[in-house]
């Protein structure tokens, strides 16, 4: 994003308004409420893709292979040896996610949960598998705040991760599979989930990050020439850092929960790697803290300026305004019709009362001068 749209309201404006709509819990809520009743199973949110396309990994430390056009009966007896991660680009095909549901008896309400992309991210443990729903944020080219929903399923031998469109989250972690780098393909399941969840945390730290720069490039804006749209630009940033920090809360309360709580599904040995994504969300949150606590202070410092500004502006009118009482005065004297004042007989009476006035002026503006008042 380049440094001079940050200050333009329209574009301002008009990312704010995105990023809200696409953060907003409350747009399906009759959606919601009607599946509730009727008690089916329905999509709750923005269809963001045409088809929803599959990408099953299958790997141990020898080998792996990708599928991307499968059938998903392997879910019912996973072979012991491999490990399984099957990726869903797009979740609103109902049925095709009943189907893995069924394949895997997943709980009714795990179902419904992921199919939900309003709801809070949280955990849930059940005796064959862990759910787990966060929210991801990512800034696109344009600077506007992508909000989405991922949700995973992990058990003795896969994970299962649903994003809501094609996006930039695990690139890293396909890499790193293909080319057996690190420990992925040489460890469990719970490992990859824990890997999955760090990379999505990286994606907060990055957004943080681009938050930061351009709130920089504010603050030099307001120390030198602060503007009107200034103050529009600062809500919106205000507005984006609250939806990381509400997005991030319930992230950390999460990690926390799988910490203290342990999984049968995670191994002691992996723990370790959980605790430290749980550090990671708790160093997010401390820095969209610090972001939001410096965003306020540049909002104190953009209202002084204004004032100083406009105290300055005051300072010059008062300072020219007082200048002219006296000449008004003496003016006004002159100026009055009385037939007998020996002053308009002069022949130098204007000139000298020119004088006088212009003195008096000059005598005002040294007073001031040496009082500091300007």
Known sequence: MKASDITRPDKVLLKGLKTLTSFSQNLYSDKKAESKGKGELVFIGEKKMEEVQTQLYCYNKDSISIDEKLKYDFLKSPSPTMNY???????????????????????????????????????????????????????????????????????????????????????????????????????????????????????YFETIDQLNSEIAIIEDQILKNPEKSTQMVLENHTKSSQIIKKALGPIKESLVNIVSGGSPLIKKANMKYFKDVAHSATSAMEEIDSTMKTLESLKNIYFASLSQKMNETMKVLTTVATIFIPLTFIAGIYGMNFENMPELREPNGYFVTLGVMAGVAVAMLVYFRVKRWM
Request: some cysteine; charged content about 30%; hydrophobic content about 40%.
């Open 85 to 203: 991660w099957l990726n869903f680009h797009g979740i609103h095909e109902v049925d095709t996610i009943q189907e893995v549901g069924k394949l895997l008896e997943l709980d009714r309400l795990t179902i419904r949960q992921i199919l939900d992309t309003t709801l809070r991210s949280k955990v849930e443990k059940y005796e064959d598998y862990l759910f787990l729903s966060v929210k991801s944020i990512l800034k696109n080219e344009a600077g506007e705040l992508i909000v989405e929903q991922i949700s995973f399923l992990l058990g003795p031998h896969f994970v299962i991760s649903f994003q809501e469109e094609i996006g930039d989250h695990f690139g890293d972690i396909r890499n790193k599979l293909n080319e057996g780098l690190g420990y992925l393909r040489k460890r469990e399941c719970d490992y990859l989930m824990v890997q999955l969840m760090d990379a999505i945390l990286d994606n």
